[in-house]
C-alpha cells in the first residue's frame, strides 16, 4: 500500500512476474480489501500516508489478520520509524526506498516462505492439541468403563449420564468450555465408588444407614482421587455435589450455589439410575422416570434444568 499511485504501478510491475499484488492508495482502503479479500500471505505499507502513517496501519493489520507477514517500504530511514514500525506492527521487513527489484523480489519469497511456515505450524499445533484432547477424553471414558465395571448394575452408566448431560448443555446453548467440563465431570462422577465395598454397591436389598453413609462417601473419595488433576480443577464440583438437591437438601449439602453443571449433571444421573435395574428393583418406564423428575422440580432439580430435560424428551422422545 502506497499514497503514490506511480510508485504502486511501480511495484506492482516489479514482483508481476512472481506474485499477483493487490494495490491500495491509503490505509481505508487497504483495511477495507484486507477485511473483504484477506487474508493476504503478506502486506507491503508505506510508512507517511494522510490519516494513518504505516506504522498504525500494519499494527491495525496485525489485529485483523494476525498470519499476515507485515513489511515496512518507507523513504524514512531513520531508526526512529523503523522502532515504533516494529513495536506497534511487528514487522517482519523493514525496506528503504527506492528499493532495487531483487530486493523486493527476495523479501517476499523470504516473507511467502515465513507465512507458510507459521501456518504449517499453527496447523500442526492444533492437530496435536486436538489428538491430546481426543486422546485424554479416550483415557477418561475407559477409566468411566473401570469405574462402571466393579458392579454388573451400573455397566454403561456413566457413558450414558455424560450423553444426556451433554444433551442438555447443547440444548441451552451452553459454550464448547462448557461442555468440555461437563464431558469429564460426567465421566468421572461416580469415580468415588471404587474405594464402595461391593457388598454396599450391590447389595440386594435396602441399605442400612451405616451402609447408605459408606455409600454417599463415594463423592468425598472421588473428590479426593481427582483433586491434584489440575485439569479436573472445574470438573470437581460436578463429583462433589452431583447428589445435592436444588432446595439445599441431599448430600454432602454443602450450601447454596450448585453449579450449573452439578445441577444437570444430577438430573442425567438419577434420571439413568431410575429407568436402569438395581438389585433391589426393576428400572422404571422411561415415561414414569420423566414423570417422577417432573414432581421433584424445584425440590430436588432446578426447574430451569428439568425444563430443558423435559423438551428434550419431548422432542426426541428417549433416544
Ligand atoms: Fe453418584
Given at each position: 500500500?502506497?499514497?503514490?499511485?506511480?510508485?504502486l504501478e511501480?511495484l506492482?510491475?516489479?514482483?508481476?512476474?512472481?506474485?499477483?499484488?493487490?494495490l491500495a492508495?491509503g490505509?481505508?482502503?487497504?483495511?477495507?480489501?484486507?477485511?473483504?479479500?484477506?487474508?493476504?500471505?503478506?502486506?507491503v505499507?508505506?510508512?507517511?500516508?494522510?490519516?494513518?502513517?504505516?506504522?498504525?496501519?500494519?499494527?491495525?493489520?496485525?489485529?485483523?489478520?494476525?498470519?499476515?507477514?507485515?513489511?515496512?517500504?518507507?523513504?524514512?530511514?531513520?531508526?526512529?520509524?523503523a522502532?515504533?514500525?516494529?513495536?506497534?506492527?511487528?514487522?517482519?521487513?523493514?525496506?528503504t526506498?527506492p528499493?532495487?527489484?531483487?530486493?523486493?523480489l527476495?523479501t517476499?519469497?523470504?516473507?511467502?516462505?515465513?507465512?507458510?511456515?507459521?501456518?504449517?505450524?499453527?496447523?500442526?499445533?492444533?492437530?496435536?492439541?486436538?489428538?491430546?484432547e481426543?486422546?485424554?477424553?479416550?483415557?477418561?471414558?475407559?477409566?468411566a468403563?473401570?469405574i462402571?465395571?466393579?458392579?454388573?448394575?451400573?455397566?454403561?452408566?456413566?457413558?450414558?449420564?455424560?450423553?444426556?448431560?451433554?444433551?442438555?448443555?447443547?440444548?441451552?446453548?451452553?459454550p464448547?468450555?462448557?461442555l468440555?467440563i461437563i464431558?469429564?465431570?460426567?465421566?468421572?462422577?461416580?469415580i468415588?465408588?471404587?474405594?464402595?465395598?461391593?457388598g454396599v454397591?450391590?447389595?440386594?436389598?435396602?441399605?442400612?444407614?451405616?451402609?447408605?453413609?459408606?455409600?454417599r462417601?463415594?463423592?468425598?473419595?472421588?473428590?479426593?482421587?481427582?483433586e491434584?488433576?489440575?485439569?479436573?480443577r472445574?470438573?470437581l464440583?460436578?463429583?462433589?455435589?452431583?447428589?445435592?438437591?436444588f432446595?439445599?437438601?441431599?448430600y454432602?449439602?454443602?450450601g447454596?450455589?450448585?453449579?450449573?453443571?452439578?445441577?444437570?449433571?444430577?438430573?442425567?444421573?438419577?434420571?439413568d439410575?431410575?429407568?436402569s435395574?438395581?438389585?433391589?428393583?426393576?428400572?422404571?418406564?422411561?415415561?414414569?422416570?420423566?414423570?417422577?423428575?417432573?414432581?421433584?422440580s424445584?425440590?430436588?432439580f432446578?426447574?430451569?434444568?428439568?425444563?430443558?430435560?423435559?423438551r428434550?424428551?419431548?422432542a426426541?422422545p428417549?433416544?
Amino acid at each position: 500500500m502506497d499514497d503514490e499511485p506511480l510508485v504502486l504501478e511501480g511495484l506492482r510491475r516489479s514482483v508481476h512476474a512472481e506474485f499477483v499484488a493487490d494495490l491500495a492508495g491509503g490505509p481505508e482502503e487497504g483495511l477495507l480489501k484486507l477485511r473483504k479479500d484477506g487474508p493476504y500471505p503478506v502486506v507491503v505499507s508505506d510508512m507517511r500516508m494522510p490519516g494513518m502513517d504505516g506504522a498504525q496501519f500494519l499494527a491495525m493489520v496485525r489485529t485483523i489478520s494476525p498470519d499476515s507477514i507485515r513489511v515496512m517500504l518507507t523513504g524514512q530511514s531513520d531508526i526512529e520509524t523503523a522502532v515504533r514500525a516494529v513495536n506497534e506492527g511487528q514487522i517482519f521487513r523493514f525496506l528503504t526506498k527506492p528499493v532495487t527489484r531483487k530486493t523486493l523480489l527476495a523479501t517476499l519469497r523470504d516473507c511467502v516462505a515465513q507465512y507458510h511456515a507459521a501456518r504449517l505450524e499453527k496447523n500442526q499445533l492444533k492437530i496435536t492439541i486436538e489428538a491430546l484432547e481426543q486422546l485424554d477424553l479416550g483415557t477418561l471414558t475407559a477409566l468411566a468403563r473401570a469405574i462402571d465395571a466393579k458392579s454388573a448394575w451400573t455397566a454403561g452408566h456413566s457413558e450414558r449420564v455424560t450423553n444426556l448431560a451433554l444433551k442438555m448443555g447443547h440444548a441451552m446453548g451452553l459454550p464448547a468450555t462448557s461442555l468440555g467440563i461437563i464431558h469429564r465431570g460426567g465421566l468421572l462422577h461416580d469415580i468415588g465408588k471404587i474405594g464402595t465395598p461391593p457388598g454396599v454397591l450391590d447389595k440386594p436389598g435396602r441399605l442400612d444407614p451405616e451402609e447408605m453413609q459408606i455409600m454417599r462417601d463415594h463423592v468425598k473419595i472421588g473428590v479426593r482421587i481427582l483433586e491434584p488433576i489440575p485439569c479436573f480443577r472445574e470438573a470437581l464440583p460436578m463429583v462433589a455435589r452431583h447428589h445435592e438437591w436444588f432446595d439445599g437438601s441431599g448430600y454432602p449439602a454443602a450450601g447454596e450455589n450448585i453449579s450449573l453443571h452439578a445441577r444437570i449433571l444430577a438430573v442425567a444421573d438419577c434420571y439413568d439410575a431410575m429407568v436402569s435395574d438395581r438389585p433391589y428393583r426393576k428400572g422404571l418406564p422411561k415415561r414414569q422416570a420423566l414423570e417422577l423428575l417432573i414432581q421433584r422440580s424445584g425440590t430436588q432439580f432446578d426447574p430451569m434444568v428439568i425444563e430443558v430435560f423435559r423438551r428434550l424428551t419431548a422432542a426426541d422422545p428417549f433416544a
